[in-house]
């Protein structure tokens, strides 16, 4: 499968803080991601600068887009490419703070990953919210969505999926 890279970048939705004229909130999916804490490192220092503070808000996944569509907040951390598509109100800020890859761990010793048709056959498990794995598999896949990566690698020993997508994390400060 091709390496598919995925950037940390600051999503805006229009740019007008929600809560308060000097405060930006900012949502990121509720588990544990070395990039969120790079985030949380970096992003309350930058706004300092411009006169804001800034709040970090964990949702799971789902409810984290969803906070994010409806405006209830200012900002979401994490997105791909096709994020502007999917979310039409959103400007993306393209100072990347690190990038993810995507990839897949299985049990089977015979399974040969050659893009997302070869995976047709099998049962996918992935994180719900993950949208590169959602776009690629809407038609025509079987999927085994769960809301956290443990829970993913649980059915996948388990064998309620063949295999297991998740990011491979890279951030630095």
């Given at each position: 499968?091709?390496?598919?890279?995925?950037l940390l970048t600051l999503v805006l939705a229009g740019f007008v803080p929600v809560m308060a004229q000097n405060k930006i909130i900012i949502v990121t999916p509720g588990y544990d991601h070395p990039m969120a804490q790079v985030a949380a490192k970096i992003l309350p220092e930058a706004y300092k600068e411009l006169g804001y503070t800034v709040e970090f808000q964990e949702l799971p996944p789902e409810r984290s887009l969803k906070a994010f569509d409806e405006g209830r907040v200012d900002a979401y951390i994490f997105s791909d490419a096709e994020f502007k598509e999917n979310h039409p109100g959103a400007v993306l800020?393209?100072?990347?703070?690190?990038?993810?890859?995507?990839?897949?761990?299985?049990?089977?010793?015979?399974?040969?990953?050659?893009?997302?048709?070869?995976?047709?056959?099998?049962?996918?498990?992935?994180?719900?919210?993950?949208?590169?794995?959602?776009?690629?598999?809407?038609t025509g896949f079987k999927r085994e969505p769960s809301q956290n990566p443990p829970q993913a690698f649980q059915k996948l020993a388990a064998d309620r999926s063949t295999w297991s997508s998740c990011r491979r994390a890279s951030a630095s400060l």
């Amino acid at each position: 499968m091709r390496k598919l890279a995925f950037l940390l970048t600051l999503v805006l939705a229009g740019f007008v803080p929600v809560m308060a004229q000097n405060k930006i909130i900012i949502v990121t999916p509720g588990y544990d991601h070395p990039m969120a804490q790079v985030a949380a490192k970096i992003l309350p220092e930058a706004y300092k600068e411009l006169g804001y503070t800034v709040e970090f808000q964990e949702l799971p996944p789902e409810r984290s887009l969803k906070a994010f569509d409806e405006g209830r907040v200012d900002a979401y951390i994490f997105s791909d490419a096709e994020f502007k598509e999917n979310h039409p109100g959103a400007v993306l800020v393209n100072e990347p703070i690190g990038t993810d890859d995507i990839v897949v761990f299985t049990k089977r010793k015979d399974m040969v990953v050659k893009g997302w048709e070869s995976l047709k056959p099998y049962v996918i498990g992935y994180q719900i919210s993950m949208a590169v794995v959602e776009n690629n598999t809407a038609t025509g896949f079987k999927r085994e969505p769960s809301q956290n990566p443990p829970q993913a690698f649980q059915k996948l020993a388990a064998d309620r999926s063949t295999w297991s997508s998740c990011r491979r994390a890279s951030a630095s400060l």
